[in-house]
């Protein structure tokens, strides 16, 4: 895609020269997928995922590598310099563990600069802009799928007091390099929607304050600025999924701390989206969002936007969404009959325990998927005992949960399973005759033939077809 730039008059710009630019932001699929780095499509990335991929780029001389420190444990911290500019741009991804979308963005990036065909691209703004970039900032509390690092403490609470190892390198590391921008890159609570929607917050954006007024400088209108061309670039990829995330000042942030030294920062927030469990599509708008970046940060487009495209992002809801939305559920306890959603989070986030979030009228609430269970009632989970060997294939284990068994108690050596189906032995915290918050999504639905659908750990198996059900999308 070609479009005509006009470089702006900024110390080094002239407002006289128009160039014939290539702007990639708005990456085709085919164009994505040929820059897309293999292997990071899963839930959570640690260190050696992107090891080899910086290995790999090491040899390349547009990138220049220098380790800025190490974590806790030991695991080097790198630091990636590419261009020779004036205007520098400092990013840097998770720093909380089980925040990894952006990492792989910035491989993604990483390959799409190393692109030859993308050597015109480029070749426009090596000498305009140095970007410096920190992936994986907290490898230990990757390693271990915490937002903490290994001394327990959260890095983005450590600005001020600076006793983690990890939050002092990137604290050095920007007064070290002075950047004029700062792209701090996190992933949000998947549970967020845009406003009032029914959309989940995709992406969530922020120009964070430097104190408790939320005052506008000179720096803190850049961001917003810049915010402005990623909003612009939201509403034609993504319509509708683009949130601002809350604007509270934060005193022990990075965030606010890096805006409060002057530095432009951005806070780029990747959320959920729907059948779309990995985030892989906040990925690839991550990796659209930080090449705009470079490309409106570098001929300075960003100082046409109005402060109003900034203000009219809706801020982020929380508790808007949910993963899985079971409706009209009847329930009759001690002869009062009702009909009721039931809410379930499902382990999409490693942590293997399902629960029940939420039960009543959830009518107002949208739902990565969903499943009518018009006709059938709620029917308490129930053990099996295992006093004695017992060896299950799929019909064994299926006619079992048809007499209402949901699940086994008791010696698990006993069990032998030659099932390929979802089975819980001894599992913790279920509910009773009645549903219950917070408590294992294990309980069976019913109507007058007996049971039909089985929920175990919210995994839903069919006991007609003796299939897991795959509940529909919103």
Same mark, same amino acid.
């Given at each position: 895609?070609?479009?005509?730039?006009?470089?702006?008059?900024a110390?080094?710009?002239?407002?006289?020269?128009?160039?014939?630019?290539?702007?990639?932001?708005?990456?085709? &699929?085919?164009?994505?997928?040929?820059?897309?780095?293999?292997?990071?499509?899963?839930?959570?990335?640690v260190?050696?995922d992107?090891?080899?991929?910086?290995?790999?780029?090491?040899?390349?001389?547009?990138?220049?590598?220098?380790?800025?420190?190490?974590?806790?444990?030991?695991?080097?911290?790198?630091?990636? @310099?590419?261009?020779?500019?004036?205007?520098?741009?400092?990013?840097?991804?998770?720093?909380?563990?089980?925040?990894?979308?952006?990492?792989?963005a910035?491989?993604d990036?990483?390959?799409?600069? &190393?692109?030859?065909?993308n050597?015109?691209?480029?070749?426009?703004?090596?000498?305009?802009?140095?970007?410096?970039?920190?992936?994986?900032?907290?490898p230990?509390?990757?390693a271990?799928?915490?937002?903490?690092?290994?001394?327990?403490?959260?890095?983005?609470?450590?600005?001020?007091?600076?006793?983690?190892?990890?939050?002092?390198?990137?604290?050095?590391?920007?007064?070290?390099?002075?950047p004029?921008?700062?792209?701090?890159?996190?992933?949000?609570?998947?549970?967020?929607?845009?406003?009032?929607?029914?959309?989940?917050?995709?992406?969530?954006?922020?120009?964070?304050?430097?104190?408790?007024?939320?005052?506008?400088?000179?720096?803190?209108?850049k961001?917003?600025?810049?915010?402005?061309?990623?909003?612009?670039?939201?509403?034609?990829?993504?319509?509708?999924?683009?949130?601002?995330?809350?604007?509270?000042?934060?005193?022990?942030?990075?965030?606010?701390?890096?805006?409060?030294?002057?530095?432009?920062?951005?806070l780029?927030?990747?959320?959920?989206?729907?059948?779309?469990d990995?985030r892989?599509?906040?990925?690839?708008?991550?990796?659209?969002?930080?090449?705009?970046?470079?490309?409106?940060?570098?001929?300075?487009?960003?100082?046409?936007q109005? =402060?109003?495209?900034?203000?009219?992002?809706?801020?982020?809801?929380?508790?808007?969404?949910?993963?899985?939305?079971?409706?009209?559920?009847?329930?009759?306890?001690?002869?009062?009959?009702?009909?009721?959603?039931?809410? =379930?989070?499902? @382990?999409?986030?490693?942590?293997?325990?399902?629960?029940?979030?939420?039960?009543?009228?959830?009518?107002?609430?949208?739902?990565?998927?969903?499943?009518?269970?018009?006709?059938?009632?709620?029917?308490?989970?129930?053990?099996? &005992?295992?006093?004695?060997?017992?060896t299950?294939?799929?019909?064994?284990?299926l006619?079992?949960?048809?007499?209402?068994?949901?699940?086994?108690?008791? @010696?698990?050596?006993?069990?032998?399973?030659?099932?390929?189906?979802?089975?819980?032995?001894?599992?913790?915290?279920?509910?009773?005759?009645?549903?219950?918050?917070?408590?294992?999504?294990?309980?069976?639905?019913a109507?007058?033939?007996?049971?039909?659908?089985?929920? =175990?750990?919210?995994?839903?198996? @069919?006991?007609?077809?003796?299939?897991?059900?795959?509940?529909?999308?919103?």
């Amino acid at each position: 895609m070609q479009r005509i730039l006009i470089w702006f008059l900024a110390g080094f710009f002239s407002l006289s020269t128009v160039v014939q630019a290539m702007t990639f932001s708005s990456l085709s &699929a085919q164009q994505y997928n040929n820059i897309k780095q293999a292997g990071l499509d899963k839930r959570q990335l640690v260190h050696s995922d992107i090891a080899p991929v910086l290995q790999q780029h090491q040899q390349n001389p547009l990138f220049r590598f220098t380790q800025a420190g190490q974590s806790a444990q030991g695991t080097a911290i790198w630091q990636i @310099d590419i261009g020779s500019g004036p205007v520098k741009i400092l990013a840097w991804s998770q720093m909380h563990g089980d925040e990894s979308t952006a990492t792989a963005a910035l491989m993604d990036l990483l390959n799409f600069i &190393a692109a030859e065909q993308n050597r015109s691209w480029r070749e426009q703004w090596l000498s305009k802009v140095t970007l410096r970039l920190l992936p994986m900032v907290n490898p230990d509390g990757a390693a271990a799928h915490s937002r903490f690092n290994s001394m327990g403490i959260d890095i983005n609470r450590d600005a001020k007091a600076l006793q983690t190892p990890e939050g002092r390198v990137l604290m050095q590391v920007a007064k070290a390099f002075k950047p004029d921008f700062g792209l701090n890159l996190h992933d949000q609570n998947r549970f967020y929607t845009v406003g009032d929607s029914a959309k989940p917050a995709t992406i969530s954006l922020l120009a964070p304050a430097f104190n408790e007024a939320k005052d506008i400088d000179a720096a803190r209108k850049k961001a917003m600025q810049l915010i402005g061309d990623m909003a612009t670039l939201m509403s034609r990829e993504m319509p509708g999924y683009l949130a601002k995330y809350d604007d509270t000042f934060s005193w022990r942030s990075f965030g606010d701390t890096f805006a409060g030294m002057g530095i432009s920062t951005v806070l780029i927030e990747s959320g959920g989206h729907p059948v779309d469990d990995t985030r892989q599509v906040a990925r690839r708008l991550n990796t659209q969002l930080l090449i705009m970046s470079i490309e409106s940060i570098g001929s300075g487009a960003y100082q046409q936007q109005p =402060l109003s495209a900034y203000q009219a992002i809706p801020f982020n809801r929380d508790d808007g969404i949910k993963d899985l939305l079971l409706d009209n559920i009847s329930l009759n306890v001690n002869g009062h009959k009702a009909l009721i959603d039931i809410a =379930l989070d499902l @382990d999409i986030d490693g942590n293997r325990r399902a629960r029940i979030r939420d039960i009543g009228d959830l009518s107002i609430y949208a739902a990565y998927h969903k499943f009518d269970a018009g006709g059938l009632q709620y029917q308490a989970a129930k053990a099996y &005992a295992l006093t004695k060997p017992l060896t299950l294939d799929n019909a064994g284990y299926l006619a079992l949960l048809r007499e209402g068994y949901s699940h086994f108690s008791g @010696d698990e050596s006993l069990l032998t399973n030659n099932s390929d189906l979802p089975l819980l032995v001894n599992p913790q915290g279920l509910t009773g005759p009645t549903p219950a918050r917070y408590r294992n999504a294990t309980f069976l639905l019913a109507n007058d033939q007996g049971v039909q659908v089985a929920v =175990l750990n919210g995994q839903l198996l @069919d006991l007609r077809s003796g299939k897991l059900l795959q509940p529909a999308a919103i």
